[in-house]
Every structure is written in structure tokens, then in C-alpha cells.
């Protein structure tokens, strides 16, 4: 199984446009310490010719427009996308779906909750309704032709977003994880880039995994408010921070396989390349993800 890594930014990009903070700033002005990245997103493939996705930020559309392995033949229009996995009823996560949604062929599979939360209560995705798929949970989808890799997805627990807010609450209602298994191999990956806590559940499925892509949005729970006092706490955001002794780190640093940390936000210090904490995240053999970074597992 391949893996690139369209995206390794929180799901509008890092910089956000209206972010303000340092290491937005540095990043608008090219320092190389402060990379810019795109909205977190996945793309997998068995031989690297015909890929799914996981994840559609906003960016999605030119993402695919600028790399030539997603290009269509010549004088086609059709494109080496088989399914396209969404985990998340953020607008920021799965409005790039919209985008495409004129031309696209591929195959959309979502958990059955997250596909009605969106059809049910925002008219703009009823467009997709034909091409959508709604599944139960650890239901097995072949994401490829050849049925070499097979996607299950896994709860969990998340607040809802604004847009959804008259939407109950509950686990698995606006997020979830996937894990995608090689079935040649049995080597699996998981993507979980929205964790909002480390129950035995979602540490179950992480330990299970060769290679785990996992939540890296905020360092510390008081990150976001430094930079717009009022405003929620990491928790609240529904992200567990990397550290502390409830933070991510100490979950994974012991965890066999690669744990990769994806969805950075430009105020977490592991996102910039010469910073204290990130040298501390890679001393503990967690990696963290960049735009274009490809794995073999």
C-alpha cells in the first residue's frame, strides 16, 4: 500500500487567511521553518497508478489539478480516483467534495450517520446523494478494483459543528476514524486526524495499526485562546493537545508501528521545523507529517 499525504494542515490550510499569529505570518512570508501546508488529506493507492482519497478540504480540487498523477488521459476527462472516504461533517473537511462534484466518477463512502447528518440538514450535498454510499460501522468497502484494500470505519466521540448544531450529539455523529487494510500484505493504516480523547476504544484501533496518522492540531490546551482570547479550549475544539500527561505523546511514544502526526494548525510549535517541541515529538519516535510526504507500508 502507498500512501501521500495531500495535506498535512488543519483542514483550511496552514495559513489560514485570517490568522494573524507569528507563525502565520512567517509562513505568508516564505521563512522556511514555517512550511506552508495544505488541509489534511490522504491519498492511497496499490500501484500507485489509480488512488482514493480520504478527506476533501477546500483545497482538494487544485491539490489534484497541480500533481500529474491524478491527471486524466489525454483528451479524457475521467480521472484515477476510485473512492473518495469523508470522516468528518466539518465544511472544512468534505466541502471539497462540492467542488468536484460535476465531473466526478469515484465512488463517495462515508459511516451511515455522518452521510445523513450532511443530506438530511445541508441541501448543497443532496448533489452527491447518487454517488454516496453510507455504510455501517466496521463495515468492510473495497476501496480499489482490484479489492486490495479494504476501509472499515470506527467511531468517534466529537463535538458537532456549528452548521449542525440542531443535530443530537452522540458518538460517531460528526467524525470518525478509518482504518485501511493491505490485503495482500495484512499491514493496515489508520487516519484519525480529529481525536477529541484517548478512550480505550480509539486506543485499541491506534495500537492496532502498522501506521497511524493521528491528531496534531494543538500542542498545549490553552494554544488556541493565545492568539483569540474567549475563544474555546483545545478540549472544547474537540482535540486532545500532544502534551501533557492526558496528551497524545504519552499515548503514543510507546505504540509500536509509525505514528504520524497530521492536521497542524500554524500555532503548534511542532509545526515549525527548528522548534523545541517538535525536536521533543521526534525524540519520542512520533513522526510529523508534511505536504507531498509518500510511505510504502
Not at 500512501?3 to 498535512?8: E, F, I, Y
Not at 446523494?129 to 480499489?144: H, Q, V, Y
Amino acid at each position: 500500500m502507498k500512501a501521500l499525504v495531500l495535506g498535512s494542515g488543519i483542514s483550511l490550510g496552514v495559513p489560514v487567511w485570517n490568522d494573524g499569529s507569528e507563525a502565520a505570518l512567517n509562513a505568508r512570508a516564505q521563512d522556511a521553518q514555517f512550511p506552508r501546508r495544505r488541509g489534511a488529506s490522504l491519498a492511497l493507492s496499490v500501484d500507485g497508478l489509480r488512488h482514493s482519497l480520504i478527506e476533501a478540504p477546500f483545497h482538494l480540487p487544485a491539490t489534484l489539478a497541480a500533481d500529474p498523477r491524478f491527471a486524466p488521459a489525454a483528451e479524457k476527462r475521467a480521472v484515477p480516483i476510485d473512492t473518495m472516504l469523508l470522516t468528518s461533517v466539518d465544511l472544512d473537511a468534505c466541502a471539497g467534495a462540492l467542488a468536484l462534484r460535476a465531473g466526478l466518477a469515484a465512488r463517495i463512502a462515508s459511516p451511515s450517520p455522518l452521510r445523513s447528518a450532511l443530506l438530511d440538514h445541508d441541501a448543497a450535498f443532496r448533489t452527491l446523494e447518487p454517488l454516496w454510499s453510507g455504510l455501517g460501522w466496521d463495515r468492510s468497502l473495497a476501496l480499489d478494483r482490484e479489492e486490495m484494500l479494504e476501509a472499515r470505519f470506527f467511531p468517534l466521540p466529537g463535538p458537532v459543528p456549528d452548521h449542525l448544531r440542531d443535530l443530537e450529539t452522540g458518538t460517531g455523529r460528526a467524525r470518525c476514524g478509518v482504518r485501511v487494510t493491505d490485503r495482500r500484505s495484512g499491514m493496515r493504516l489508520v487516519w484519525a486526524p480529529r481525536i477529541e480523547r484517548y478512550d480505550s476504544a480509539t486506543l485499541a484501533e491506534l495500537r492496532e495499526a502498522d501506521v497511524r496518522f493521528v491528531d496534531g492540531t494543538f500542542y498545549s490546551p490553552e494554544e488556541a485562546r493565545r492568539v483569540r482570547p474567549g475563544v474555546k479550549s483545545t478540549t472544547e475544539l474537540g482535540h486532545a493537545p500532544i502534551d501533557g500527561p492526558d496528551g497524545s505523546l504519552a499515548w503514543l511514544a510507546g505504540m509500536g508501528g509509525r505514528s504520524i502526526y497530521i492536521h497542524l494548525s500554524a500555532t503548534n510549535p511542532v509545526a515549525t521545523l527548528n522548534s523545541k517541541e517538535r525536536a521533543r515529538v521526534l525524540e519520542a519516535g512520533v513522526e510529523v507529517a508534511s505536504d507531498g510526504m509518500e510511505i510504502e507500508i
